[in-house]
């Protein structure tokens, strides 16, 4: 008979370290095969198909874990929720609802950004759109770069949040372009 | 979720949209982001001699409350010296137009472009004034 506390660790359910859940040092940069495979190993051990002939209690408990794995799993996957992660884990809040003093020259970037993707819109153009879409995995790829500096090497935490905060833009930016791309092609 | 008449009214016809020379003798421009939802907001304020807000004009990419957050202040500051406008509050802003929790960000982000606006102003006239202060 399978049983869950095999593989899972008994007392972790309600802990939030996600990264002890998956096995993971407490890094920015992660071994991202090893995610999927602890996250593949984790899901079939949490399965509730596995725990179906089991007392009810059992079955709610597997349920949860799966939820907790779901949600662990996401979160780590993606480098920027996993940066927030972090910083969250240091007990430093981004101030995502209330830091609005971004630096002047990145904000200046971010109209200029919106406006190149409104004319896009306008024109209809989805090569004006690729080409912004490129600009910005440029950039957000450069924000991961420091943050490798940042988390990693120079544990330079409050510099981290604030190229956290950067990379919410970026983030809400392309997913604005997706939609604007998706528009188009329907 | 159910918007108020006074939200819908200034989203739908923003008031003061646009820019002044940022170089411009007089004008404070204020640059805001809000990194939760993305939001970027200018604020830009035309101060006469006399050290009252004259105008002021915005640009907004945001949501539906950040654009009717942003007109709403470029309506109240006018006729509002610098320290009257620094007063407001966004409370008020949030209130005013009844914004739902969710979106009570917008009207930081409005508060806070304000204060970024007379700041601005005011390190401009500071650099004027320093160097005859120097020659005195």
Sequence with gaps: MSDTSQVLPEA???????????????????????????????????????????????RR??????????????LLRSPLTRARYLLELEGVDVGA?????MPADFLMQQMAWREALDDARNAGDP???????????????GAESQLVRELDEEHNLSAAAATVRRMMFIARLGEDIAAAHEKLEN | MAYSDKLLDHYENPRNVGSFGKEDDGVGTGMVGAPAC????????????????????????GCGSAIASSSLVTEWVKGK??????????????EELALPP??????ILAEDAIKAAVEDYRKKQGTQVAPAADAA
């Design chain 2, 38 to 61: 993305g939001d970027v907001m200018k604020l830009q304020i035309k101060v006469g001699p006399d050290g009252v807000i004259e105008d002021a004009k915005f640009k907004t990419y």
């Design chain 2, 102 to 107: 969710v979106k009570i960000h917008c009207s």
């Design chain 1, 127 to 141: 090569e004006a759109l690729d080409a912004l879409s490129a600009t910005l995995r440029a950039a957000r790829s």
């Design chain 1, 61 to 74: 408990l597997s349920m949860q874990w799966a939820t907790r794995i779901n949600e662990g799993y996401r």
């Design chain 2, 81 to 94: 010296t610098l320290d009257q406008a620094l007063e407001i509050k966004n409370t008020a802003i949030a």
């Design chain 1, 12 to 58: 972790d359910l309600f802990s939030r370290d996600h990264f002890a859940l998956f096995g993971l040092p407490r890094r920015f940069v992660i071994d991202e095969r090893a995610l999927e495979g602890r996250y593949h190993e984790l899901q079939s051990a949490a399965h509730p198909d596995r725990h179906a002939h089991r007392p009810e209690q059992e």
């Design chain 1, 97 to 101: 609802e209330n830091n609005t003093a």
